[in-house]
């Protein structure tokens, strides 16, 4: 784990004073909640809204950032980095979630989550290559992730009626997609690690003022601007909805941010990982789903690689 000297908090919480663990269980903690809470307002537009536009979904949030990031007295004076460094940021994330979610019309959701599962095998990968970081990891970092990988994907494919279902346009998409994540958490490391006096709240900002406008060309080129504008028009309570999962999202992201200044970003993309486990865990346990043989070898796995990797860490 990365142990950063720069003064650094999340949301008013100090995290400069504080023992490794406790950095780590604040930062992840946040991230938990954000995301938990996202996964649950996805659930509840997606499937009982039919409010399927997830670019404008995107377009939304972004404004809700901005405006908490005002309340927060962020402003362009207290920058560190030129606006060219999030123009890189911003175009590699667009570009990943425009491959996953073009990626959606030609595989299944089994099939795309088994791709997106192995996030933390590339992000470690690239990690090697990035100028400015060029981080090695131990070969107890990589069996960590491997057990990870394939314990989630046991889990997720663990239903009888689960099956991936491939394409060959939709396995480059996804792959590519792969590629742009793995770029995306090593150059926010990178830019942390090459001016330790960038705050989360910089990096948020500036990615999601540069990432706004390059949001209106896909929504205008696929008609969801106008689509997804006339359905909120015809419900607006869609609006308090985005607007809660945008607030408790910006605290995930905030968390993300902090995770990988900290830990960097191959630790970060395990915790990532690990949550879709523990979502996947609670949709079991609160819908009451049976639980067979290969959702415990995957959850075993999983419970391998997350004791592996703390106790050779410490």
Known sequence: MKKE?????????????????????????GFFFGYLVNGICEEYVYNRLNF??????????????????????????????????????SAVLMSSHG???GS????????????????????????????????KYPVHEYISAVLLVVGLILFTLADANT???FSIIGVVMIVGALVMDSF????????????????????????????????????VLTGELFRAWSSCYEHPYVYGVLVFEAMATFVGQVSVLSLIALFGAATTAMVTTARKAVTLLLSYLIFTKPLTEQHGSGLLLMSMAIVLKLVLEN
């Not at 990031?69 to 402003?75: D, K, M, S």
């Not at 490391?189 to 949001?215: D, H, K, R, Y």
Request: charged residues 15%; contains cysteine; hydrophobic residues 45%.
């Open 104 to 135: 959606l019309a030609y595989l299944n959701y089994p099939a795309q989550i088994m791709f997106k599962s192995t996030k933390v095998l590339p992000v470690m990968v690239m990690g090697a290559f990035i100028p400015g970081l060029r981080r």
């Open 163 to 165: 099956s991936p279902d």
């Open 52 to 89: 399927s536009y997830g670019w404008y979904f995107t377009f939304v949030q972004g404004f809700v950032y901005l405006g908490l990031i005002h309340l927060q007295g962020f402003n362009t004076k207290q920058m560190v980095n030129p606006w060219k460094t999030y123009v890189k940021l």
């Open 5 to 29: 000297d720069q003064s650094r908090s999340l949301l008013g919480i100090s995290l400069t004073d504080r023992p490794v663990w406790k950095r780590f269980m604040i930062c992840s903690s």
């Open 184 to 219: 995306l958490g090593n150059l926010q490391e990178a830019i942390f690690t090459m001016n330790p006096e960038t705050s989360q709240t910089e990096m948020l900002f500036c990615s999601t003022v540069v990432g706004l406008p390059m949001l209106l060309l896909p929504m």
């Open 99 to 101: 491959l996953t979610k």
